[in-house]
Each structure stands twice: as structure tokens, then as C-alpha cells.
């Protein structure tokens, strides 16, 4: 499943563990892929990260984790990436290529 083009997608500071932050944006967004994951016991996220609701690519919505604009600030713009896999994968090839 995609987000709708319109979301811009970051590998947060701080860490460990790495984690994910998807912004909606005006304008220079992107398809992010998503995940699926049964969360009826989570009624909450640590900040910065909120349950909103996510625009899909195939026009519905649904309740997913979003990122507050505020912890953007030295995050990585990852949304080239196209998703949070697909960017644990980049990173890992990049570690064996510069051993």
C-alpha cells in the first residue's frame, strides 16, 4: 500500500532505535510505502510521532503514524527512498560498501 504523492518522508536524528517520520506537504512530496500493522492496543505515540490520518494513493484514508513538523529539524530527507524498508536496506548496502 502507498501514501498518496503528497508526503515527504525522514529518517529522524537521534536513535537508536532509527525511526521514521512521514510529513504531508504542499508541494516536492513523494509515494511512501506502508505498512499495515494491528495497533487497536495503542491509543498513542511517543512525540513527535501522532496517529493521524494518511492519505493513500488509491484515494481513501487511513489511520496511521505522522510526524510533527517541529522534529524535523536535522532529520534526513529520505523520500527518495520511497519507504521506510527500502531506505534500512540503503543504509545497510552503504555500511558493507564503505567497510
Sequence with gaps: M???????????????PLRPGMVRVEAGGGAIEMEIWDCRRANTA??????????LAEGGQVQGFVCE?????????ITRFGGWRAYL???RQSSVCAA
Excluded at 502507498?2 to 537508536?16: I, R, V
Design 89 to 91: 536496506a540503503g543504509v
Design 46 to 55: 511517543p512525540a513527535p510521532l501522532g496517529i493521524g490520518m494518511a492519505r
Design 2 to 16: 502507498q501514501s498518496a504523492p503528497e508526503y515527504k518522508f525522514y529518517a529522524l536524528p537521534g536513535g537508536p
Design 69 to 77: 513538523a517541529a522534529a524535523l529539524a536535522g532529520a534526513e530527507d
